[in-house]
T-cell receptor, first 115, second 114 residues
């Protein structure tokens, strides 16, 4: 069975500082990996995804993530955060078509950016 | 990507009643999904709804409580039946797009059961 662990439930950071949100997964099959962001009182927005190819993927709003197969990780990073990045961030994994496209989500990381 | 809308955006309901949530997408899609997000928690898949077949429910979710319809490739409904306060959650639909079925989410329906 697949699972996702987000190692930090809350990450406070000052504006313009770098940030890393950690995500580890477990799976017995090849996976696709995703990061979603949820702003207050909104749905989920896709930040970026790893399907295949280059292990460093770039997404919207200046975020990037690196797929590390040996460490089964997919950490999300941004070199300089803004107040507007304050939101809940979810890491998710799917096993592709073999799993019917179902997403398994981590518990979420609340990013709080302070001035 | 896809543009997804949900109705209603929020509702307050009395226990014992039922609410039907609609999900509309701007293009034809094969796979649609319904998730529940309980207060302060992550998302849990309720069921997968493919057009032309019965919905497939995840462990812990049953058709009598969460009946789903999928009449065509752009629309689905989820009904939350015989509601109790424990059903207070955000309900989100999503659609799978592309060869590897990247999922895009609707804005969610915020349900409060009194």
């Amino acid at each position: 069975a697949q699972s996702v662990t987000q190692l930090d439930s809350q990450v406070p950071v000052f504006e313009e500082a770098p940030v890393e949100l950690r995500c580890n997964y477990s799976s017995s099959v090849s996976v696709y990996l995703f990061w979603y962001v949820q702003y207050p009182n909104q749905g989920l927005q896709l930040l970026l995804k790893y399907l295949s190819g280059s292990t460093l993927v770039k997404g919207i709003n200046g975020f990037e993530a690196e797929f590390n197969k040996s460490q089964t990780s997919f950490h999300l990073r941004k070199p300089s955060v803004h107040i507007s990045d304050t939101a809940e961030y979810f890491c998710a994994v799917s096993g592709g078509n073999n799993q019917g496209g179902k997403l398994i989500f981590g518990q979420g990381t609340e990013l709080s950016v302070k001035p | 990507s896809a543009v997804i809308s949900q109705k209603p955006s929020r509702d307050i309901c009395q226990r014992g009643t039922s609410l039907t949530i609609q999900c509309q997408v701007d293009s034809q899609v094969t796979m649609m999904f319904w998730y529940r997000q309980q207060p302060g928690q992550s998302l849990t898949l309720i069921a997968t709804a493919n057009q032309g077949s019965e919905a497939t429910y995840e462990s812990g979710f049953v058709i009598d409580k969460f009946p789903i319809s999928r009449p065509n490739l752009t629309f689905s409904t989820l009904t939350v039946s015989n509601m109790s306060p424990e059903d207070s959650s955000i309900y989100l639909c999503s659609v799978g797009v592309g060869l590897r079925e990247t999922q895009y989410f609707g804005p969610g329906t915020r349900l409060l059961v009194l």
